[in-house]
């Protein structure tokens, strides 16, 4: 079984500063991770995702993630907040190949203050 | 628009009513996915397809819900006996699997979702 944990359901922070949202994973195998962002009446969009190559991972938009095995955690960064980042921001684990089904966190919904 | 589109955006039903949504994934995409959003989670598997195929089966799919995709192309999604707790967004996404064999994990492109709500 896999699952995923999003340690923040909200997190705000001020335009032009660093962005962190915290995910800690549990998966029996080697996952496949993803950070997918939502924006309102918008569909779910693949901002970045790791399997099993660099573990430091480049998304759109300026994001970027590192696996940390060692900690389970697949964290999103990004150095300066915009506010189009404004949005709901998921954290995904499937199984590495052959398993189409995502598992999806709850959540975090990133408020940028002006 | 070429992305994957979902009909309607929005459905309100009475409770026991019948609800059919639709799914038009991306053309050449070959795996089409169903998923579940209620208020404040995460999206929710449902099941999927390769081609005409229904490859899987969520615990979540009770004997109420069924989907097809008769042609693969297009899907639907009916939900028989609506209940209050059918209430969520429901989403469609599609992805193409290499003929290499590998899957192409997690490239999911998702529809914006259809809003159901049973009174």
């Known amino acids: 079984a896999q699952s995923v944990t999003q340690l923040d359901s909200h997190v705000s922070v001020s335009e032009g500063t660093p962005v962190l949202l915290r995910c800690n994973y549990s998966s029996s195998y080697s996952p496949s991770l993803f950070w997918y962002v939502q924006h309102p009446n918008k569909g779910l969009q693949l901002l970045l995702k790791?399997?099993?190559?660099?573990?430091l991972v480049k998304g759109i938009n300026g994001f970027e993630a590192e696996f940390k095995k060692s900690e389970t955690s697949f964290h999103l960064t990004k150095p300066s907040a915009h506010m189009s980042d404004a949005a709901e921001y998921f954290c995904v684990v499937s199984l590495p190949f052959g398993n189409e089904k995502l598992t999806f966190g709850t959540g975090t919904r990133l408020t940028i203050i002006p | 628009d070429t992305g994957v589109s979902q009909d309607p955006r929005h459905k309100i039903t009475k409770r026991g009513q019948n609800v059919t949504f639709r799914c038009d994934p991306i053309?050449?995409?070959?795996?089409l996915y169903w998923y579940r959003q209620t208020l404040g989670q995460g999206p929710e598997f449902l099941t999927y397809f390769q081609n005409e195929a229904q490859l899987e089966k969520s615990r979540l799919l009770s004997d109420r819900f069924s989907a097809e995709r008769p042609k693969g192309s297009f899907s639907t999604l009916e939900i028989q006996r609506t209940e209050q707790g059918d209430s969520a967004m429901y989403l469609c996404a599609s992805s193409l699997r290499g003929t290499s064999g590998r899957a192409n994990t997690g490239e999911l492109f998702f529809g914006e979702g259809s809003r159901l709500t049973v009174l």
């Open positions: 790791y399997t099993s190559a660099a573990t």
């Open positions: 053309s050449e995409h070959n795996r």
